[in-house]
Nanobody
Framework: QVQLVESGGGLVQPGGSLRLSCVVS????????MTWHRQAPGKQRELVTA???????YYGDSVKGRFAISRDNAQNTVSLQMNSLKPEDTAVYYC??????????????WGQGTQVTVSS
């Protein structure tokens, strides 16, 4: 069994910063891509950013230059530094990891989500 637990969400004023973290635990052999997604009210879940096991990154156009993803392979964690936050960044943010378990199965796992609200 693999679990993902996010932390770091909250309320912040426009222009402010937040840092999200996600810890992957359980029966893990390898973690491949790690991603952050978000879902705003009434909208579909969207990919925000991704990082491969070697450190290659991808950013959606709406967050380029403002968000930074990083990972610590030794700690099985992925973080998202969010700067210059805008009201349109308000959403529930979900961590996702593509994991090979100790049993050799490969699957995507999701965290429970953490709320980010950008408002004055």
């Amino acid at each position: 069994q693999v679990q993902l637990v996010e932390s770091g969400g909250g309320l912040v004023q426009p222009g402010g910063s937040l840092r999200l973290s996600c810890v992957v635990s359980g029966s893990i052999d390898s973690i491949y891509d790690m991603t952050w997604h978000r879902q705003a009210p009434g909208k579909q879940r969207e990919l925000v950013t991704a990082i491969g096991s070697g450190g290659t990154t991808y950013y959606g156009d709406s967050v380029k230059g403002r968000f930074a993803i990083s990972r610590d392979n030794a700690q099985n964690t992925v973080s998202l530094q969010m700067n210059s936050l805008k009201p349109e960044d308000t959403a529930v943010y979900y961590c996702n990891a593509n994991v090979r378990t100790g049993a050799g199965q490969i699957a995507d796992y999701w965290g429970q989500g953490t709320q980010v609200t950008v408002s004055s």
